[in-house]
């Protein structure tokens, strides 16, 4: 919702926003977890 121009907390660089938050996960090496990897990527 936050790209919507008509939307009161409306962000105009949003997607530039996006692309700092991904870009730094990524060079920094994280990686996507899911649920059935158990608790936060660990062990059970």
């Not at 008509?6 to 996960?25: M, Q």
Request: charged fraction near 25%; hydrophobic fraction near 30%.
């Amino acid at each position: 919702q936050y790209w919507w121009p008509f939307y009161r907390n409306y962000k105009s660089d949003i997607f530039e926003r996006w692309d700092t938050a991904l870009r730094h996960v990524t060079e920094h090496g994280y990686k996507p977890i899911w649920i059935d990897d158990g608790f936060f990527g660990g062990c059970d």
